[in-house]
């Protein structure tokens, strides 16, 4: 990861925090598994298929208004495919920002969201060969999704370690 991409990950950060002054700012980790494929153009000798990686990160999260509330994250994920028996892998660096729309209330709440996503390059490979010089170092996407949040309460807990729990 360059120093450019650092700064505008801790720029992002200090304006979240900053404007956290009106409302509760949330803040917690994130994780899960992305499927990914290719399409490869010529069609290789043998058959293509989807990659199994995993993705982590942080995110914060604003409320804006009433049912709006805007979320940062800072994630790293993998993306590629098995390719003629072997693996071609991306690793990025990734900061998308969404816009979400919260319908109803309680415990479980559906939503939609939107936004702009930038990814940083940092790994490209094809097997054991180095392709990040042949891989476009950046890249942009247009978020749109949903899904439901639920809440998760811990009473009378101070604070939480994997390890145990401190007050």
């Known amino acids: 990861m360059g120093r450019k991409s650092l700064a505008i990950a801790i720029v992002f950060i200090f304006l979240f925090v900053s404007l956290s002054g009106a409302h509760p700012l949330r803040f917690g980790v994130k994780g899960g598994m992305n499927l990914s494929t290719l399409k490869v153009d010529p069609q290789p000798s043998e058959r293509v298929d989807a990659l199994h990686n995993w993705v982590g990160g942080g995110f914060v999260d604003y409320p804006l208004f009433e049912r709006f509330k805007i979320e940062g994250d800072l994630m790293v994920f993998s993306k590629g495919?098995?390719?003629?028996?072997?693996?071609?892998?991306?690793?990025?660096?990734?900061?998308?920002?969404?816009?979400?729309?919260?319908?109803?209330?309680?415990?479980?709440?559906?939503?939609?969201?939107?936004?702009?996503?930038?990814?940083?390059?940092?790994?490209?490979?094809?097997?054991?060969?180095?392709?990040?010089?042949?891989?476009?170092?950046?890249?942009?996407?247009?978020?749109?999704?949903?899904?439901?949040?639920?809440?998760?309460?811990?009473?009378?807990?101070?604070k939480w370690s994997p390890f145990g729990i401190f007050e």
């Open 81 to 158: 495919a098995l390719l003629d028996n072997r693996t071609m892998q991306f690793r990025y660096f990734s900061i998308p920002l969404m816009l979400k729309a919260y319908f109803g209330r309680g415990d479980l709440v559906p939503f939609l969201g939107v936004g702009p996503q930038v990814d940083f390059l940092v790994e490209a490979s094809y097997g054991t060969d180095d392709r990040k010089s042949q891989t476009a170092s950046r890249d942009l996407a247009l978020n749109l999704g949903g899904g439901v949040e639920f809440k998760i309460e811990y009473p009378g807990m101070g």
